[in-house]
């Protein structure tokens, strides 16, 4: 089944503790991205990748940190939670970046992180 | 830079009636998508339906249709027949066909009530 996972699908963890949010799809796609939804704010992008080793800033990168050694992987990395950071994050796929795009985005199940 | 905006932060809707939820948004661009995704309450984002701003015909996915006015930057989405199962929070989206970030830039959300 193609599909986006992400994991774990909720933590609560502690301020300053380093926590990573998994990412894996089993699409081959080349673009992956890790967005947050906040309420009243919809969902903004943090970070983006093109393709393996190609990762850049979004709309709201600062907190996090990505990496995308494997084409399949993309694990969004928060060195230093602070409670600003509690929110619902999302990972998504899709086949192609830019103008070749021209399929939706699939996306993970969401994960639930709540910073004390 | 592009927004989007979903002004009717709620709304509520009698089973087997019809209900549309509002959409606009800003661009200087002329060719763009259009989604509205769907988010139940467990969390999922469920894509509904796409349109692309270069064609005029308004698409449909079965009960659901859009209203696409690109003069007036308004993609509005019309659920007929409603179902309890139509229950969630709907949320517009925009993207570039150009550049390469495949960024996604949502509204607010519209969360949808359906009464028996």
């Known amino acids: 089944e193609a599909q986006v996972t992400q994991n774990p699908r909720y933590l609560i963890t502690v301020t300053g503790k380093k926590l990573t949010v998994t990412c894996s799809q089993n699409?081959?796609?080349?673009?992956m991205s890790w967005y947050r939804q906040d309420p009243g704010l919809g969902l903004r992008q943090i970070y983006y990748s093109m393709n393996v080793e190609v990762t850049d800033k979004g709309d709201v990168p600062e907190g996090y940190k990505v990496s995308r050694k494997e084409k399949r992987n993309f694990p969004l990395i928060l060195e230093s939670p602070s409670p600003n950071q509690t929110s619902l994050y999302f990972c998504a796929s899709s086949p192609h970046a830019g103008q070749l795009s021209n399929q939706p985005q699939h996306f993970g199940d969401g994960t639930r992180l709540s910073i004390l | 830079a592009q927004t989007v905006t979903q002004s009717q932060p709620e709304m509520s809707v009698q089973e087997a009636e019809t209900v549309t939820l509002s959409c606009t948004y800003d661009t200087s661009e002329s060719d763009y998508y259009l989604f509205w995704y769907k988010q139940p309450p467990s969390r999922q984002m469920i894509l509904v339906i796409r349109?692309?701003?270069?064609?005029?015909q308004n698409a449909t996915e079965n009960r659901f249709s859009v209203n696409f006015q690109k003069a007036a930057k308004s993609f509005s989405l019309k659920i007929s027949d409603s179902q309890l199962g139509d229950a969630a929070m709907y949320f517009c989206?925009?993207?570039?066909?150009?550049?390469?970030?495949?960024?996604?830039?949502f509204g607010t959300g519209t969360l949808l009530a359906v009464q028996p």
């Open positions: 989206a925009y993207r570039s066909t150009g550049g390469a970030t495949n960024k996604l830039i």
């Open positions: 349109q692309e701003a270069y064609k005029q």
């Open positions: 699409m081959n796609h080349e673009y």
